[in-house]
């Protein structure tokens, strides 16, 4: 049964009242997902007797086949909600292309996410997730939480299998940089008078006090810098002995891309960890890749420490 279609059939009858009632389901389809009789009743102004009559008119059995029916159409609606997601993230912005990744690739976590979460793990800001919602139809992050919540949860199996894709990206990494890319990184942190860490913040941060930690065991004097103040202070200190080093996940902000300009104007080289897609991969002195595939990035960094401190360690001290 197509109730969609038996309700726009009913919304033109001469019936104000059942046809009011038509109209207020379609005008409110997706609301209706978990609504009772009474509920459904009281909302649209009618007695439940006028429902238990639009129900048979319709061609129900009873009224509970008229809500399945109803409850029904209105879940078919949020999964066409998610293929609008999907349809739609194309046109959309680079900031919004994330939350739109976010959110389909966890629809269970962004349904039920503050938006300061959903922000988070987009890796975006709350506007952004408020400007996301609006163009996709919602009225704010409720309503687009409802909506996702309302969609049910379908799960599609990896075209590769995790530890396949990890050695896939992990091996393309290692060929993308050639082995005297490695040696001179590690030749030019060894002798730097000082060696200044910046890099990704918010989730990722972990990952940067895990290159912090590692360079700094191997003896190296470095300095890993997240207030920004203190950054802007210490870049216009930096000498050609020193180095700066810039992990770089997933983008470059504003902040890092001052810190490429002072380093050039003081002809302080530039270390950069970061995918090929990014601009500064081509800005750096030295390049030292991570894998495209986003989802393998965080072993890609623990994969670049290692080679960094097999070379260092094989290097005797300056």
């Known amino acids: 049964m197509d109730i969609v279609w038996q309700l726009r059939q009913q919304s033109e009858r001469a019936d104000a009242q059942e046809s009011r009632l038509a109209r207020f389901i379609l005008a409110n389809l997706d609301a209706n997902v978990q609504t009772t009789m009474e509920g459904l009743a009281a909302q649209a102004g009618v007695s439940q007797e006028v429902l238990r009559r639009f129900a048979a008119s319709a061609g129900c059995r009873d009224l509970d086949d008229f809500l399945h029916q109803v409850r029904k159409a209105g879940q078919q609606q949020d999964v066409a909600f998610i293929d609008v997601i999907r349809q739609r993230q194309a046109s959309l912005s680079q900031q ?10 966890d629809t269970t976590f962004a349904a ?24 996709m139809g919602c009225e704010d992050i409720r309503d687009l939480r409802m909506r996702l919540a309302r969609a049910p ?7 590769i299998a995790p530890l396949e894709a990890i050695s896939q990206a992990l091996t393309q990494q290692f060929a993308l940089a050639e082995r005297a890319t490695w040696t001179r990184a590690a030749e030019t942190l060894r002798k730097a008078r000082s060696v200044l860490l910046i ?7 972990p990952l940067v006090a895990e290159v912090h930690q590692r360079l700094h065991r ?3 004097a470095i300095a890993w810098i997240q207030d ?8 216009s200190r930096l000498q050609p002995d020193d180095v700066l080093f810039i992990l770089a996940p997933d983008v470059v902000n504003s902040h890092v891309l001052s ?3 002072h380093a050039t104007i003081q002809k302080t080289p530039v270390i950069a960890l970061c995918p090929s897609t990014l601009d500064l ?17 965080r072993y890609g960094i623990l994969f670049a420490l290692d080679q960094l401190e097999t070379t260092l360690l094989g290097q005797p001290n300056p």
Do not use: C, Y
Request: glycine share 6%; hydrophobic share 45%; aromatic share 2%.
């Open 96 to 105: 919004e292309k994330r939350v739109a990744e976010a959110i389909l690739s």
């Open 112 to 135: 039920s996410a503050t938006i300061e979460q959903l922000a988070g793990r987009a890796e975006v800001s709350a506007a952004t997730i408020t400007r996301f919602a609006r163009s």
């Open 153 to 159: 949860q379908v799960r599609h199996p990896p075209a």
């Open 199 to 205: 890099g990704a913040s918010g989730p990722q941060t």
């Open 218 to 220: 191997l003896g190296l």
């Open 228 to 235: 920004d103040n203190l950054l802007s202070m210490t870049l």
């Open 259 to 261: 810190a490429v300009h």
């Open 281 to 297: 991969a081509s800005q750096a002195d030295i390049w030292l890749p991570l894998p495209v595939a986003k989802n393998t990035r």
